[in-house]
């Protein structure tokens, strides 16, 4: 089993820049792929970034392609996403999650473990 525990959201103005972590329990951490998925008032949840156990491959919303980066710390069961030139409509809550699936599959349903979620406002 994988609990997962994301930080780092907040409030910050357009352009500017945040950096989400994800901390893991539990030893097998470093087998699976993690991804970052986001959910805005209204909308489904939607794929932003995932990133190979290994971290071999990482896979991006075309939305956020060139502005986030996906990272991870197997020896501190980290994962990392950071947002640079954010935009409003990144707005949203964020969420880390674990997978076994493998090909940093951008499907939520094929996510096994979910974090809480932190809250992400970019105003204009």
């Keep these: ?3 997962l525990v ?4 907040g409030l910050v103005q357009a352009g500017g820049s945040l ?7 539990g030893r097998t951490f470093s087998s699976y792929d993690m991804g970052w998925f986001r959910q805005a008032p ?4 939607e794929f932003v970034a ?5 971290r071999v491959s990482t896979n991006y919303a075309d939305s956020v392609k060139g502005r ?8 501190k069961n980290t994962v990392y996403l950071q947002m640079n030139s954010l935009k409003p409509e990144d707005t949203a809550v964020y969420y880390c999650a674990a997978t076994k699936y493998g ?3 951008m499907t939520p349903t094929r ?6 979620g932190t809250q992400v406002t970019v105003s204009s």
Excluded: H, M, P
Excluded at 6 to 9: D, L, M, N, R
Excluded at 50 to 54: K, L, P, Q, R, V
Excluded at 111 to 116: M, R
């Design 111 to 116: 996510y096994d473990y979910w974090g809480q």
């Design 50 to 54: 995932a990133i190979s156990w290994g």
């Design 68 to 75: 986030f980066t996906i990272s991870r710390d197997n020896a």
């Design 1 to 3: 089993q994988v609990q």
């Design 42 to 45: 209204g909308k489904e949840r």
């Design 103 to 105: 090909a940093t599959t």
């Design 6 to 9: 994301e930080s780092g959201g």
């Design 19 to 25: 950096r989400l972590s994800c901390a893991a329990s």
